[in-house]
């Protein structure tokens, strides 16, 4: 709670849903899109909505969205963004 710089990382479910089908089919796993589509709206419910410790950006968060960025991307963004909260 006390962190001088909070990032809530998120990007939409149609991106996490492609780049979990693109892991699985990776590793040799059969699997379908829409399935997993239909999985990850299925968890975002689920924490969003848990009585405890529901998943919501604290605040104060910055809210980083990785829908468009691939993983060097956002790990700069959030770098930057750090550095930008950090004083001089």
Known sequence: PRAEVKLFVTA???????????ELLGR????E????LEDVRARDARDADRATA???????????????MSAEAAIAAAIAA???????
């Open 12 to 22: 939409s479910a149609e991106v996490r849903a492609k780049r979990r089908y693109d």
């Open 28 to 31: 040799g796993i059969d699997a």
């Open 54 to 68: 529901p998943m919501v950006a604290a605040a104060d968060a910055l809210t980083l969205d990785t829908s468009e």
């Open 33 to 36: 899109y829409q399935s997993v």
């Open 82 to 88: 750090v550095e930008a909260k950090r004083p001089a």
